[in-house]
T-cell receptor, first 113, second 112 residues
């Protein structure tokens, strides 16, 4: 079974721009979660989507948004980029049942200049 | 809210040494507990998990036991290898939610 895939793997943007990251979950998985990883703040939960609905949300500003499509693929969007948004963005998928294991993709490394 | 505290790193050991990485948690309910590992330039890989008190998770020689009385989930391995060099994250999953709360990570380096 193919794992979680994320595209693109690397991105360079400038302040004020917006960016869209994509995540394809493991086949059959209906839940997709997004995490931000930075050296200072570590791994932080952004949001989770299940069956095209946002089910859970972390403490991030409204500039961070996401969506999920009917095939369970998910996109994350960050608008008006700030230098502090530079991070590794990780996507994880699971079946969506309570406390089920989440499987992570390789991440998208975003650099904001 | 729920939180996870890990042993401060970095940790440097010689090959075949015994490894312990401490992890304690604070949670209002009965979370599941996980250890994930991250190799350079990669995402997170599940190493092991435990879903209820006294459960022992194990994989690739690593073990961790869910201790409710001490709210701990310490990672152990009897004989480490150079290939175990990576960053290790302890995490909990809140009951009823697909949300992982992570510790700060422990960088492990094994010297030959």
């Amino acid at each position: 079974k193919a794992g979680v895939t994320q595209t693109p793997r690397y991105l360079i943007k400038t302040r004020g721009q917006q960016v869209t990251l994509s995540c394809s979950p493991i086949s059959g998985h209906r839940s997709v979660s997004w995490y931000q990883q930075t050296p200072g703040q570590g791994l932080q939960f952004l949001f989770e989507y299940f069956s095209e609905t946002q089910r859970n949300k972390g403490n991030f500003p409204g500039r961070f948004s996401g969506r999920q499509f009917s095939n369970s693929r998910s996109e994350m969007n960050v608008s008006t980029l700030e230098l502090g948004d530079s991070a590794l963005y990780l996507c994880a998928s699971s079946t969506g049942t309570s406390q089920e294991t989440q499987y992570f993709g390789p991440g998208t490394r975003l650099l904001v200049l | 809210g729920d939180s996870v505290t890990q042993m401060e790193g970095p940790v440097t050991l010689s090959e075949e040494a015994f490894l312990t990485i401490n992890c304690t948690y604070t949670a209002t309910g009965y979370p599941s507990l996980f250890w994930y590992v991250q190799y350079p330039g990669e995402g997170l890989q599940l190493l092991l998990k435990a879903t209820k008190a006294d459960d022992k998770g194990s994989n690739k020689g690593f073990e961790a036991t869910y201790r409710k009385e001490t709210t701990s989930f310490h990672l152990e391995k009897g004989s480490v290898q150079v290939s175990d060099s990576a960053v290790y994250f302890c995490a909990l999953s809140e009951r009823g939610a697909q949300k992982l709360v992570f510790g700060q990570g422990t960088r492990l380096t094994i010297n030959p």
